[in-house]
């Protein structure tokens, strides 16, 4: 038999291609798969000395038009509308990098934001003024439509032929949902008051039917995506997406009040709508809309059934339902949606590039977000495009906004007031103005009220660090937790927006701590030779510092922790009012660590042992006398031998006894010399705050 030479293969191939794109039976995408194998055909040919160039280039030109007509239509029949997927691809691949990051946002400290509370009670009161009279009903199955209000535009979402429609007479039909929220049984209500939507296809088990409600101000119709492939299991899921920024406020004070009431409520409504999806239905203004969804992305472009009114549909709002519609697709990615018990900071301890991991701050759905410590909501508005974006954010970079949110601190391991041995002026100062103010803003106002700066200086190892977490753990601010030196190396040039994009992200998430650990690198003494770009910086921070200070409601509090006190700007030093010295620890905060870390552990130390230890340890730090303890602690290990590792019981292995930590001392020595000690003692009597 006749073997098929190369060229007879792609003729025959070339042939079947046009004959499918021909037929009248592809979709958009099929296509656009021909046109490209076309392409890529035409290439081989011309390389391979099949066709002149002549000929290739003009086949070429023509498939390649061709092609781009599909891709770069946004004709739902006829097109892809590739831009909004390849950004959406760009951006998930951003996102992929930061799948050890999680978010604090829950569903319940998103309800907690000032500013969401104030639109629900807006929304509530608009409703109570505004909707009475006008009725709109959500009604599945054969074209049921219902009052709506004259000169209003009729909203049909199709959840088969047309079947299910919604008319949309006022912004009551956002609120229906919440409505029916209200109550204990209502999501099931919900489900059960939609009928099984039409079934065409069965092969797409995850749709929903969602529900599509224009409200009141908005005078656009929008038709959602109605899809054939729709399953018996409808469920109504709330979803949005704005004409324009008016409506955005507006509706969206309609939607969230009724039904944000409690998380219970809230929990029950992310219940109903589909577990994958990620659409923020407390959050999602404009709209609440009921969609017909389908199981697979490529459903998105057979948007054939849409509703007869004619719909616009900007750039954006393309990219936000496709993007939602998408993310249903995907499995979901647990950090997505749980946000809790993770430390994040900028720059110190951070192995990460710094736009590499980003994941947006999605509500957590299970409820089990709030741990130890109490932790503020993170202001969406900035990094949504569907969200309202808080006045103090709207000059700056979103970008940055999502990075200071993700170093909100948010529950690490909870530290407290006494897991700080010693220190005890430096304990009291703090908690009367740090805790306290936050704690009780109504008591500590006027001359009461709290300073906006402070600095803890002294030794390295001392503890300043853990008394930043621990006002983390305690003062119930919002913690942000910034190493000086990553906003002034990894920022070069941004520096200055960081630090703006830093207070402004601060102001709305109030009342807050910044903690800036090193903050001599961020805030040393301005020089000639300095970099333009620190200076900057610098300068920046000392505007916001002050513009923190002049507002007197704003409860914004810059915790800097040194220990080159010396080096600070002296305009950094005077806005950092309370100067509070932590020193080495004295004998008794000495024996207070020993204790209380050899507590955990399988030790025979006794009280005179240990009096030995405080005091065979003067002039050890903090951190020294941890290290000691944990030298101590493998000597009874290395005691063994070494056969003995393998195979013998954790409880044969002996206490830990005060030999260990004889020979403990022998490796361990002060990290402080007692010049520097000279130097801080210096500086304390000359500008710190203690007694
Ligand atoms: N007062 C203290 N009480 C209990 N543990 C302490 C104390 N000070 C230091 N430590 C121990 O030392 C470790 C290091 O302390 P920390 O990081 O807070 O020091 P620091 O003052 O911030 O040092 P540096 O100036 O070098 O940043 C702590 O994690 C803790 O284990
Ligand atoms: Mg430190």
């Keep these: 038999m006749e073997t098929p030479t190369h060229s007879t293969v792609h003729l025959s191939d070339w042939q079947k291609s046009y004959f499918a794109i021909t037929s009248g ?29 002549v000929c290739a280039a003009s086949l070429f030109k023509k498939y390649a038009e061709k092609y781009s007509a599909i891709i770069d239509s946004d004709n739902i029949e006829t097109g892809l509308n590739n831009y909004a997927e390849n950004i959406l691809t760009l951006a998930k691949c951003q996102q992929n990098d930061s799948d050890k990051w999680q978010s604090a946002l829950t569903t319940d400290n998103v309800f907690e934001l000032k500013c969401v509370q104030e639109r629900m009670r807006a929304g509530k009161n608009f409703q109570n003024s505004q909707m009475a009279p006008t009725d709109a009903c959500v009604l599945a199955d054969k074209g049921v439509s219902a009052s709506a209000a004259p000169g209003l535009p009729k909203l049909s979402v199709f959840s088969s032929a047309g079947e299910t429609e919604l008319c949309a007479g006022s912004a009551k039909c956002a609120s229906r949902v919440p409505d029916l929220l209200d109550h ?39 038709p959602l995506f109605g899809n054939k492939e729709v399953t018996s299991s409808s469920s109504l899921k709330m979803s949005g997406h704005c004409r324009d920024g008016q409506n955005l406020s507006l509706s969206s004070q309609s939607a ?38 389908t199981s697979s992305f490529s459903g998105n472009r057979n948007r054939s059934e849409e509703s007869s009114v004619p719909g616009f549909r900007t750039a954006k709002e393309q990219l936000w339902v496709d993007q939602q519609k998408k993310s249903q697709n995907l499995p979901q990615r647990a950090p997505v949606s749980s946000y809790g018990g993770v430390k994040k900071s900028l720059g110190a301890g951070r192995s990460r590039g710094p736009f590499g991991k980003f994941v947006p701050p999605v509500p ?48 690490g391991p909870p530290v ?45 190892g001392t503890g300043k660090t853990l008394i930043g977490k621990c006002i983390a753990c305690q003062s ?111 004998a008794s905060a000495r024996k207070q660590i020993v204790t209380r870390l050899m507590s955990k552990e399988h030790c025979s130390l006794n009280e005179e042992e240990i009096e030995l230890i405080v005091k065979k340890s003067n002039g050890f730090s903090g951190a020294d006398m941890t ?64 007694r």
């Design 256 to 293: 969230v009040p009724a039904w944000s009431a409690s998380s219970g409520k809230r929990k029950a409504f992310y219940g109903l709508a589909d577990e994958g999806s990620t659409v923020i239905p407390s959050l999602a203004p404009c709209q609440a809309s009921v969609t017909t969804e």
């Design 476 to 586: 119930g601010a919002t913690f942000f937790s910034i190493s000086a030196s990553s906003l002034t190396s990894k920022w070069v040039g941004e520096g200055e927006k960081m630090v703006r994009a830093l207070f402004a992200v601060a102001r709305c998430q109030q009342p807050a701590v910044i903690f800036i650990d090193e903050i001599d690198s961020l805030l040393s003494q301005r020089g000639d030779g300095e970099h333009e770009s620190s200076r900057r910086i610098k300068t920046e921070f000392l505007v916001q510092l002050d513009g923190a200070t002049t507002s007197s409601e704003d409860r914004i509090l810059v915790v800097g922790a040194t220990n080159r006190p010396q080096e600070i700007d002296e305009a950094a030093r005077r806005r950092l009012v309370k100067r509070l010295y932590i020193p080495l620890p004295e």
């Design 627 to 690: 290290q000691l303890c944990r030298e101590a602690s493998l000597g009874p290990i290395r005691s063994l031998q070494s056969m003995d590792i393998a195979t013998i019981m954790p409880d044969q292995v002996r206490p830990i006894a005060f030999l260990d930590f004889e020979s403990a001392f022998r490796t361990v020595r002060p990290s402080v010399s007692s010049k520097d000690l000279e130097l801080y003692e210096t500086w304390n009597q000359t500008f710190g705050c203690g």
């Design 184 to 222: 204990p049984s209502s999501s099931k209500a919900l489900h059960s008051s939609v009928p099984p939507v039409t079934k065409t296809s069965d092969t797409l088990p995850a749709s929903s039917a969602s529900l599509n409600a224009q409200v009141p101000t908005g005078l656009w119709a929008t």
């Design 25 to 53: 039976t592809c979709t958009p995408g099929q296509k656009a798969d021909e046109y490209r194998a076309k392409i890529l055909r035409i290439q081989y040919a011309w390389a391979n000395s099949e066709i002149s160039q």
């Design 364 to 411: 957590k759905h299970d409820g089990n977000e709030n741990g130890g410590a109490q932790c503020k909501p993170h202001a969406r508005g900035a990094t949504d495009p569907s969200l309202p974006v808080d006045e103090r954010l709207k000059n700056i970079e979103p970008k940055m906004v999502e990075l200071i949110m993700h170093e909100i601190m948010d529950h």
């Design 416 to 460: 407290n007031w006494d897991d700080i041995a010693g220190v005890e002026f430096a304990k009291a100062t703090i908690k009367e103005i740090v805790v306290w103010p936050m704690l009780r803003p109504d008591i500590f106002t006027g001359l009461r009220g709290p300073p906006k700066g402070i600095l803890l200086f002294g030794p390295p």
